[in-house]
């Protein structure tokens, strides 16, 4: 509570094993949780929450560039408003399944670099969900997501498994049996 950073991981490369954080609650802090490495085999979180303050610069999750590996988020909360709820420098892949984004003020996802996968989310603010640069890619999968969120970037949205929009898909991150961009069927194989 009243902390600049909640938690900070710098695990180093080659240590073996996982990180596992349970029903932790991180509270009224600048950063909750600062991922600077992650081991070899990366973090997982499950049932926790993040709360930050509202300040300019604030966020929940923030993965630095020296991030590589894993950081898995299972049924957890994001609760205040943030100025971005997930900040991603590092090329590792974040996966959030389950978890609740209750309001943020700018972005729910700033994906400067990496991978994010989310799952079954839900998403509750009438800001941008995320957008993504030119190095990041996101799928996004049943979730909870209003008409008024945008996603930019390198995105894949599906409302079932293997069926995708093609309304922001770069073709270089598929493979189908048809030309990209303008694909009207189902696409089945991204990378």
Known sequence: DT?????????????????????????????????????????????CSFRTTDMLDT???????????????????????????????GTGKLSFMNCKFTSWRSLAFNMENGTLS??????????????????????F??????????????AFITKSENEYSDVSIDGAWLATSDAIPYVADRIYYAS
């Open 141 to 154: 999968c049943n979730n909870h997501i209003t008409e008024n969120n945008l996603i930019e970037g390198t």
């Open 118 to 139: 989310a799952t079954a989310n839900s998403f509750f603010s009438t800001n941008s969900v995320g957008t993504l640069g030119a190095t990041a890619v996101g799928v």
């Open 3 to 47: 902390a600049k950073y909640g938690i900070i991981f710098d695990i180093p490369s080659a240590m073996d094993g996982s990180a596992v954080v349970s029903k932790v609650s991180v509270t009224n802090t600048h950063q909750a949780v600062t991922v600077k490495s992650a081991g070899r085999y990366g973090i997982a979180f499950a049932c």
């Open 59 to 89: 966020c929940a999750i923030r993965t630095e560039s020296g991030f590589t590996t894993y950081a898995v988020f299972n049924s957890c909360t994001f609760p205040g408003q943030p100025f971005n709820t997930v900040i991603s420098e």
